[in-house]
């Protein structure tokens, strides 16, 4: 089978294509690759939708979970505080 | 921007626990890394440049103690190998094609104006934390952190093959376990 046609048929190859383009650009011959198979692929190409969007669900949990009401317990800070100040008269 | 460290606990401890539980999972852990963080910016305050806010400062003392935490975790799961990949063998047929019951399926929340709901989100966490160390360190220093895919590998000791395998499958499984959990 030549290279091409095997590209076209080979999900798995699509698959790991789509994760490297969410992180860098693909060379010219990936970016044709990727473009022929997703033309005909169904699968794939709901696979790279929900692909980019667990990214940015991913992307939202982690910083949203930042700013969202998760204290540390007030004698934890005391002491914490207090260790700083021993160490700053040090 | 000058550091106060005497403000340091009642402006920025919060946060920074927020920040390390998120990406370790473990309060106690978290809770160490943050007095770490302190003490060891500490040492480090006349370095202090005063070119970025001390919070963002602090932030990225902690960044390389949990890189610390990831590797510690991660060094006894590799290496991965591209031959006998266990992990996605289950997906796809010998020659690549979707398996037909691991072929994606719509989970209603493709398109931009979804609503995803607290549920959704709670399968998401669960499946996140199903992920193998390495993966997560990788995965989440990648999407999350938006390191260099070079730092990633040089911090992680992976080489740049592996890293896509890793990456690849880390988002083959989290899908899968969507789906599997969602629909």
């Avoid at chain 1, 910083?63 to 204290?71: D, L, M």
């Avoid at chain 2, 473990?26 to 500490?42: G, M, R, S």
């Avoid at chain 2, 398109?111 to 499946?127: A, Y």
């Avoid at chain 2, 220093?141 to 080489?159: Q, S």
Wanted: glycine share 2%.
């Amino acid at each position: 089978m030549s290279h091409l046609k095997k590209i076209i048929y080979n999900c798995k190859q699509a698959t790991y294509l789509i994760e490297k383009k969410s992180a860098q650009r693909l060379s010219f011959r990936e970016t044709v690759e990727l473009r022929i198979h997703l033309y005909g692929c169904s699968f794939c190409r709901l696979f790279s939708k929900q692909s980019a969007v667990i990214n940015n669900m991913v992307k939202e949990l982690f910083n949203s979970s930042a700013g969202s009401g998760i204290h540390l317990d007030d004698d934890f800070k005391k002491e914490l505080q207090q260790r700083i100040e021993e160490e700053l008269n040090k | 921007m000058t550091l106060n460290p005497h403000n340091w606990v009642s402006a920025h401890a919060d946060y920074l626990y927020s920040f390390a539980i998120t990406r370790l999972n473990d309060e106690e852990q978290a809770k160490d890394l943050v007095q770490e963080t302190f003490l060891a910016a500490l040492q480090k305050v006349n370095n202090f440049e005063g070119k970025s806010s001390e919070r963002t400062w602090l932030t990225a003392i902690l960044k390389n103690k949990i890189i610390d935490v990831y590797r510690k975790k991660s060094s006894g799961l590799r290496p991965v190998q591209e031959k006998n990949d266990e992990q996605t063998v289950d997906f796809f047929e010998e020659d690549g094609h979707w398996k037909t019951e691991h072929g994606p399926k719509e989970f209603g929340i493709e398109d931009k104006d979804h609503l995803v709901t607290r549920e959704f989100e709670q399968i998401l966490k669960k499946c996140m934390q199903k992920l193998p160390a390495l993966w997560m360190a990788v995965f989440t220093m990648k999407h999350i952190e938006d390191e260099p895919t070079e730092t990633i590998c040089a911090e992680l000791k992976v080489t740049a093959s592996n890293f896509w395998v890793i990456i690849h499958r880390a988002k083959l499984n989290l899908r899968a376990c969507l789906q599997k959990n969602w629909i």
